[in-house]
């Protein structure tokens, strides 16, 4: 899982790399990362990755029951 220094560390890529707007989304995306755990205790990562990993659960039960496996 990603931490904030990681998210920092693409803005900073997306500086060197000459695309600004990828660096200030990115560092913007740590800085509100960062935000919501100090003030409310609230892991973004830890929300977020639960809905990015569900997908490919979803996709192998409907292989599963296409092929009659449920």
């Known amino acids: 899982m990603p931490?904030?220094?990681?998210?920092?560390d693409d803005g900073v890529v997306g500086?060197?790399?000459?695309?600004?707007?990828?660096g200030l989304l990115a560092t913007g995306l740590a800085?509100?990362?960062a935000l919501l755990n100090a003030a409310f205790g609230m892991c973004l990562g830890c929300r977020l990755y639960p809905?990015?990993?569900?997908?490919?659960?979803?996709?192998?039960n409907r292989k599963d029951f296409v092929n009659g496996s449920l």
């Open 51 to 60: 809905l990015v990993s569900q997908p490919s659960q979803i996709a192998s």
């Open 31 to 33: 800085l509100v990362a």
């Open 15 to 22: 500086f060197v790399a000459g695309h600004p707007l990828l």
């Open 3 to 8: 931490s904030s220094t990681d998210q920092v």
